[in-house]
């Protein structure tokens, strides 16, 4: 057979050349090897980079789940280390009342072991800070100390001095309640018909120049809440311009203030101003906050009150129980200490409540009594977010 002859241009064959020389065997195993290289290289740098990829949704659930398991065992782990056992006696040596026994006695779960957490019995979740110091614990096993189905003892005192130190008594369950006491006394004890109506000092707000701030506010003042209110003499006088308050209070010795605040057809609540507040959130027009209240926010025996954190804890539940545009009255607040009130002015001034009305100064004392600071304001909650 014949042959046929290509005849190619010279830079063409040059550039055939080139590309041969470039697809060589060589060459392509010498960029694969840097390339499985750097590959390796990249993985290795990921894996020790301190920033981890999100997990996928079910994994965080399942870790989210995992933590609170975790986090309720510590919770039983530290109830039970201390001490919150129904066997312990009370602080002269003798055992407990069987009705508290058998309030604080831990309740066996209905399904048996915990697989997550690892418990058999739930702890009582009330009175742990009733054990954090013997002679509360034995004024708490005084007060639960009567007969099932019995007439319920008369404790006059016991009730505030429990609070006082941070416990809440329980509730007695199985006995029955008195009647009445004897008549109230006739000094109406502490009741003040001036006071809010006529000024007494500069720093004292009247109730209708607070009411009239309301209005230019576009805030309907309807029911309200005293924190610490004693006879309930602001309530009183708020009522007496058709609005509601719910007033806090705690018997003192030889004054059943509870019974008193009802007879003149007011609403008295057994409770300290260191404990949450029994209402559901924004129910309220207005709080009103004197100086009991805000000294009380922590629990003096425990050693709490005065602190920055229990008064923080405080102030967010007076928040709550606030509805946005209500009125926050810190009414004539007295201490006697600088860097105390710095301290409170700069907790409120983190809620960022509106200043409708401000007053801050010092009073002289008088003989050994030391110079106070005062504070009073109104403050409107705003909307957040």
């Known amino acids: 057979m014949g042959s046929v002859s290509l005849n190619v241009a010279s830079s063409r064959r040059g550039g055939r050349r080139g590309l041969a020389c470039l697809c060589s065997p060589a060459l392509l195993n010498l960029l694969v090897l840097l390339s499985l290289l750097s590959t390796n290289l990249l993985a290795l740098l990921a894996f020790l980079s301190p920033r981890a990829h999100p997990l996928p949704a079910a994994a965080t659930a399942n870790l989210s789940a995992s933590a609170i398991s975790m986090q309720v065992a510590a919770i039983a782990r530290e109830i039970d280390a201390t001490h919150l056992v129904p066997h312990r006696a009370a602080a002269d040596g003798a055992a407990l009342p069987p009705e508290l026994l058998l309030f604080l006695s831990p309740h066996a779960l209905p399904l048996g072991r915990d697989a997550r957490t690892g418990l058999t019995h739930m702890p009582a979740s ?42 809440e008594p329980l509730p007695r369950r199985r006995c029955l309640s008195r009647g009445p006491r004897a008549p109230l006394p006739s000094s109406n004890m502490g009741v003040d018909s001036r006071r809010w109506v006529k000024p007494r000092h500069d720093h004292e707000f009247l109730i209708d120049d607070v009411l009239r701030l309301g209005g230019a506010a576009s805030t309907k003042i309807r029911i309200g809440f005293d924190v610490a209110g004693g006879a309930a003499n602001f309530a009183a006088r708020m009522r007496e311009r058709g609005v509601t308050v719910v007033t806090t209070v705690l018997d003192n010795a030889g004054k059943p203030m509870n019974e008193f605040v009802a007879a003149r ?72 200490s600088e860097e105390r009130m710095k301290v409170v002015v700069r907790l409120i001034g983190r809620f960022g409540y509106k200043k409708l009305k401000w007053v801050t100064g010092e009073k002289a004392g008088t003989g050994s009594t030391k110079t106070a600071m005062y504070l009073s304001a109104v403050l409107q909650k705003p909307a957040r977010g």
């Open 126 to 167: 009330v009175a742990h800070a009733c054990f954090r110091s013997p002679s509360t614990l034995a004024l708490l096993s005084a007060f639960a100390s009567y007969e099932p189905r019995g007439v319920c003892p008369r404790n006059a005192t016991l009730p505030h001095r429990l609070l006082s130190k941070g416990c």
């Open 265 to 336: 057809g007011l609403f008295p609540l057994l409770l300290s101003p260191a404990h949450r507040f029994p209402f559901y959130d924004g129910v309220f027009d207005l709080v009103h906050v004197g100086t009991t209240a805000l000294d009380e926010g922590g629990a003096p025996a425990l050693g709490q009150a005065g602190t920055e954190e229990a008064l923080e804890f405080f102030m967010f539940d007076v928040d709550r129980v606030l509805r946005v545009g209500g009125l926050l009255w810190v009414d004539s607040y007295m201490c006697h």
